[in-house]
């Protein structure tokens, strides 16, 4: 919840900036290129498939229950690094379907005395995975509360890529499709005396 609360505004003015003419915006969109995030999950994946495929990759050995209960699913990367890395994520739903995407990095040895395995040394790593996975025209922003902020927007998907904190590289995959929608929806059922909070 903290993260959202610290990143949504912050997401939705990146949005209001591309406007509606942004690429994958239009709903008569062909968005199935645009949909893949990882380990065979895909925004607008249903909720139910979303768990079953959790349990189908825990059989396999691949993830596993992270730190926090059933809303926490950790995946470690053995070989991706040059150190073992934590990669942990759980969707956000809407309409029981995936809408966004949170995932945190951190290297399994990090502490606070190990400087080598921080947050800072480990972004410029992950966001080099990214460009091989998801394509090299990441955009860098400087934002005054997260500072450096890489993102890309494929049609539908938006991927921010950010610091956290000392420890976890934070990602965030959205789908803009829904995300204007629900913007939509909330500028027309907003009270006409709100003031955004600051």
């Known amino acids: 919840m903290y993260i959202k609360n610290l990143i949504l505004p912050f997401l939705i003015l990146l949005v209001l900036g591309q406007g509606c003419s942004s690429p994958g915006i239009g709903v008569d969109e062909d968005y199935n290129s645009s949909d893949s995030l990882f380990l065979g999950m895909y925004l607008g994946m249903g909720q139910q498939d979303f768990f079953e495929l959790c349990t189908e990759l825990n059989k396999q050995e691949l993830i596993t229950q992270g730190p926090g ?22 969707p956000t739903f809407i309409e029981n379907k995936v809408f966004e995407m949170p995932v945190t990095y951190s290297y399994i040895a990090w502490a606070p005395w190990n400087k080598q395995y921080w947050a800072d040394s480990l972004l ?49 995959f959205t789908d803009l499709k829904v995300e204007k929608k629900l913007r939509e929806e909330f500028e027309k059922n907003k009270p006409s005396n709100y003031e955004p909070s600051n």
Do not use: C
């Not at 209960?69 to 759980?90: A, C, K």
């Not at 025209?137 to 890489?150: A, E, R, S, T, W």
């Open 69 to 90: 209960g059933n809303t926490n699913v950790e995946h470690r990367m053995t070989d991706e690094f040059d150190s073992e890395v934590s990669m942990r994520f759980f």
């Open 124 to 172: 410029e790593k992950v966001l080099d995975k990214y460009k091989i996975w998801y394509g090299d025209d990441f955009k860098l922003i400087n934002h005054p509360d997260q500072g450096k902020v890489y993102y890309k927007i494929d049609r539908k998907r938006r991927i921010n890529l950010f610091i956290r904190d000392e420890q976890f590289v934070q990602a965030v």
